[in-house]
């Protein structure tokens, strides 16, 4: 069965980096898209950003455009999210989730919490 | 990159059916068949119920339904259950090649 398994989250002081990573299981991940989506505490979903099948395209909200880069490690079956330069806004809990036929998101992860405070 | 809207909150009896709706523009909604639906009980991940506007993932109760008009699609659910009771969030491909979810729908069943 499919499975994602996001780590990484924690606390962390406004201004710093985190880098979170989301490994998978239960299918062939070097042949799917993935996506990171976050939602803030009580808040609704914010898509964040994607990264085709092979690393070759990737696409960020204009909210992290410039801060955020989200990498794969095929052999490793594993996609991360870079976070630089974090603020307040950015916390959230993070999810992994796979790209079913690229445009939509057939599985997710449980989510990794991301607080930025100090 | 504006969210999606969408009613804060809808409600219905047992049995009854309701309908969600999710607005958007001709960068989103209006020009793309990739509206998504996904169902959020509280404390856990979102699940895909409807994805390319209409269609049901396998494993998906053919009381979830989704259709569009326009700009604007909707999520109609039929013969509510109790179990049904959820925050549900509209989601659509844009141009630019980004993704922009509706803020969130609050389900009551009554």
């Known amino acids: 069965q499919v499975e994602l398994v996001e780590s990484g989250g924690g606390v962390v002081q406004p201004g710093r980096s985190l880098r979170l990573s989301c490994t998978a299981s239960g299918f062939i991940f070097r042949t799917y898209a993935m996506h990171w989506v976050r939602q803030a505490p009580g808040k609704g979903l914010e898509w964040v950003a994607v990264?085709?099948?092979?690393?070759?395209?990737?696409y960020y909200a204009d909210s992290v455009r410039g801060r955020f880069s989200i990498s794969r490690d095929n052999s490793k079956n594993t996609v991360y999210l870079q976070m630089n330069r974090l603020s307040a806004e950015d916390t959230a809990v993070y999810y992994c989730?796979?790209?079913?036929?690229?445009?939509?998101?057939?599985?997710w992860g449980l989510g990794t919490l991301v607080t930025v405070s100090s | 990159q504006s969210a999606l809207t969408q009613p804060a909150s809808v409600s219905g009896s047992p049995g009854q059916s309701i309908t969600i709706s999710c607005t958007g523009s001709?960068?989103?909604?209006?020009?793309?068949?990739?509206v998504s639906w996904y169902q959020q009980h509280p404390g856990q991940a979102p699940k895909l119920i409807i994805y390319?506007?209409?269609k049901r993932p396998s494993g998906i109760s053919n009381r979830f339904s989704g259709s569009k008009s326009g700009n604007t699609a909707s999520l109609t659910l039929s013969g509510l259950q109790p179990e049904d009771e959820a925050d549900y969030y509209c989601?659509?491909?844009?141009?630019?090649?980004?993704?922009?979810f509706g803020g969130g729908t609050k389900l009551t069943v009554l």
């Open positions: 390319e506007t209409t």
């Open positions: 989601c659509s491909f844009a141009t630019g090649s980004t993704w922009v």
């Open positions: 989730a796979r790209g079913g036929s690229y445009y939509f998101f057939d599985f």
């Open positions: 990264l085709s099948y092979d690393g070759g395209n990737q």
């Open positions: 001709s960068s989103d909604v209006g020009t793309y068949n990739l």
